[in-house]
């Protein structure tokens, strides 16, 4: 190997602790914890954060931690690495429970020493790795902001009616290709008593087969095999959990799939959870980022708080796809509720019970005139 | 030995230029990013994972990359030259720390954008690309977008996007050098705005190789043609159009995976000689001819410099991250 003329120094390689070394006070303030990195890259190997062996609070946790979305695991072994495989996040739960117990796992490599583990776990996504601690288990995941929805089972969309082809509507939901619905899977609804729906039209529904989700192989010699993605996306309005189903037979039935005790009212009333939303003149949709959707689902979002406490009369229906639903009995409130949830994007936290109120005073003189 | 300095600048043979990128600088794809490195400005835009225009192209075990690669007009950069020496040396090679360096001289992110240290104002003339065309841009876009699509397709998990495509679509706005590895680097930070999930990141390093025997062939030496003394080739990094376009220069992308499990104390440290960590993913070669001698030069330089450009691309996504908790997420 030749030897090389004298380089300047160079700015050396990060050093071991430089993810974490210039953080600032994270937001989760846990004092005892091991400082989180603020950002994560994809292939940052996040396995000395996650498991620590040495760290009391984690030795109480009767469970091992979860690894939710943006972190993968990865076995170690001397084989080359991009061979390797990384797991879905469904055979998570196993392989930490596997090494927890048995050390034996460690003979891919004997020059490791023993409590060394024997894969790590990697982030895949760039973002911000969140850890939500609970009584009984640690659940770690890499939080970031997108735009492009992956169809996820449970998930509870706005889709947009593109076509009816036989049985089924297919539904644009964002995501990477279109979603099935079937006909007849509305609450109460029978062949002659069921929503015509037009193409264009918007539907509030639920995701009951997402991207990862399976099918059952029937012929062959994989047969009963569950093989996962390669299958359309399909979505119900039917409340899930309990007798599901609908005219399709291969909706997943799923233990945790009890859809948050939504009510079971019939498709005609208006006060059936799911089902098409209403195109009348003052509604509008509008899309956003799926962090803003999330954001706005949760309880302390504070541009609906806010809005509420206004007093504003509107009606608002939010995807988590990032389609959002808005309608009231004038436009100029449609207008506004929009411009507020857009820019609730942007401007700081603190700032945003302000921004609402001038608009809300904009708005009142505006409709005085 | 003889280490040749770059011409009609002081900055020194591995610093890189300013770098400063932007990420969601458009707001209709689902990831965007703007890189400059010094004069060399790129852009692009990622849609992904979605369903392909026809069904002929859905693969049924995985996702496909599909890479779009236009070249714009290029500058002349002779005017520019001695502004971009002084951003240069505080950009790359000084002794401080790296990020303390690097947020004087890089990384303005944020949706409004600002641009910070880059001279963009200097004399230049926008002219379209010259015939012959200079090296780096020789190649058909044919060649680049393949190019692009192997060295991406390595790292994104695309069995985890079956039938989908992840299209990338890179516009070069102002080329100087370095075009190439630019592109695979904007590409990587627009991934990642994109939310797209990678095993690792392809991190292209240009280096431009000058070996000692093309000097000697002029009669300057006794210097030895068959190598027999030890003739260490000269190596610039990240090298600007006037540099790469030189007599006898080859100038080599070389794209590495940039894994830091090499950095984790954790695992012991035979990762350090495996192949793997800091690995080659490939490498296109512009130019002279290169020698073996100047191929193992240049990926001892492009290792480190791949781990500048992973701390700059850091840098990127903790602006990001922190604007969103800031007004997102309380």
């Known amino acids: 190997m030749a030897s090389l003329p004298p380089l300047l120094p160079f700015p050396p390689p990060p050093p071991p602790g430089f993810i974490s070394g210039q953080s600032p006070p994270t937001f989760h303030d846990e004092p005892q914890q091991q400082q989180l990195p603020l950002a994560v890259l994809p292939g940052d190997d996040l396995t000395r954060f996650i498991l620590k062996k040495d760290d009391a609070s984690q030795r109480n946790k009767s469970k091992p931690p979860k690894i939710g979305t943006g972190l993968a695991i990865v076995p170690t072994s001397s084989s080359s690495r991009r061979r390797r495989r990384f797991h879905q996040n469904k055979d998570a739960m196993d392989i930490i429970i596997n090494n927890d117990n048995d050390s034996r796992m460690n003979r891919n490599n004997t020059d490791e020493p023993s409590n060394a583990p024997s894969f790590s776990i990697i982030a895949i996504i760039a973002g911000r790795l969140i850890h939500h601690a609970s009584n009984s288990t640690d659940t770690y995941y890499i939080s970031s902001n997108t735009q492009r929805y992956i169809p996820t089972l449970g998930d509870r969309v706005i889709g947009i009616v593109e076509d009816t082809t036989g049985e089924y509507y297919r539904v644009n939901i964002l995501g990477g290709h279109s979603a099935l619905l079937h006909n007849l899977n509305f609450e109460g609804a029978s062949k002659r008593n069921r929503p015509r729906l037009d193409p264009g039209s918007l539907v509030y529904c639920r995701v009951v087969r997402g991207v990862d989700d399976g099918v059952k192989v029937v012929g062959g010699s994989n047969s009963g095999r569950m093989v996962g993605g390669r299958v359309d996306p399909e979505v119900s309005c039917k409340v899930g959990g309990g007798s599901g189903g609908g005219g399709s037979s291969s909706i997943i039935t799923n233990a945790m799939d009890d859809d948050g005790g939504a009510t079971r009212k019939d498709w005609t009333t208006s006060e059936c959870t799911y089902g098409p939303l209403s195109s009348s003149t003052t509604s509008t949709s509008f899309r956003v980022s799926l962090g803003l959707a999330r954001s706005l689902l949760l309880p302390t979002n504070e541009t609906l708080s806010a809005l509420s406490k206004s007093k504003v009369p509107f009606e608002i229906c939010i995807g988590v796809n990032g389609l959002i639903w808005v309608d009231a009995p004038a436009p100029e409130i449609v207008i506004m509720v929009q411009n507020a949830i857009k820019n609730g994007e942007v401007v700081g936290r603190g700032m945003v019970g302000g921004m609402v109120k001038s608009m809300v005073k904009n708005l009142r003189s505006q409709m005085e005139e | ?229 030890d003739s260490k080739p000269t190596v610039w990094l990240d090298p600007t159009a006037e540099e790469e376009s030189g007599v006898g220069h080859a100038t080599v992308v070389l794209v590495t995976d940039m894994a830091t499990s090499s950095h984790n104390t954790s695992i012991p440290s035979e990762d350090d000689n495996d192949d793997d960590a800091g690995g080659i993913i490939t490498s296109m070669t512009f130019g002279a001819p290169l020698s073996i001698k100047g191929l193992l030069a240049s990926a001892e330089c492009a290792k480190q410099s791949s781990a500048a450009m992973v701390a700059f691309m850091r840098l990127a996504i903790e602006q990001k991250v922190q604007r969103e908790s800031q007004t997102l997420w309380s």
């Open chain 2, 1 to 229: 030995m003889t280490c040749y300095p770059r011409p009609n600048t002081q900055r020194s043979p591995t610093a890189l230029r300013p770098l400063t990128a932007e990420l969601s600088p458009l707001s209709r794809p689902d990831g965007s990013a703007s890189l400059h490195v010094g004069n060399t400005h790129v852009l692009c835009a990622v849609h992904g994972p979605v369903a392909p225009r026809s069904t002929r192209w859905e693969r049924y075990e995985g996702g496909v990359v599909s890479v779009a690669f236009s070249r714009g007009l290029i500058s002349s950069s002779s005017g520019s030259a001695g502004a971009a020496s002084g951003g240069g040396d505080t950009g790359g090679s000084s002794s401080g720390a790296p990020t303390a360096d690097e947020n004087v001289a890089m990384g303005a992110v944020n949706t409004v954008s600002t641009h910070t240290a880059t001279p963009t104002s200097s004399s230049k003339s926008m002219k379209s690309l010259p015939l012959p065309l200079p090296p780096g841009l020789g190649a058909t876009e044919r060649e680049l977008e393949y190019f692009l699509r192997d060295a991406l397709s390595s790292c994104i998990l695309l069995e985890r996007y079956p039938r989908c495509v992840i299209q990338v679509v890179l516009q070069i706005v102002q080329a100087d050098g370095s075009v190439l590895g630019s592109a695979v680097n904007c590409a990587v930070l627009a991934l990642m705005d994109a939310g797209v999930a990678m095993r690792g990141l392809p991190i292209a390093s240009t280096c431009v190789v000058i070996d000692d025997m093309h000097r000697a062939a002029e009669g300057e030496d006794e210097r030895d043609l068959h190598g027999r003394k």
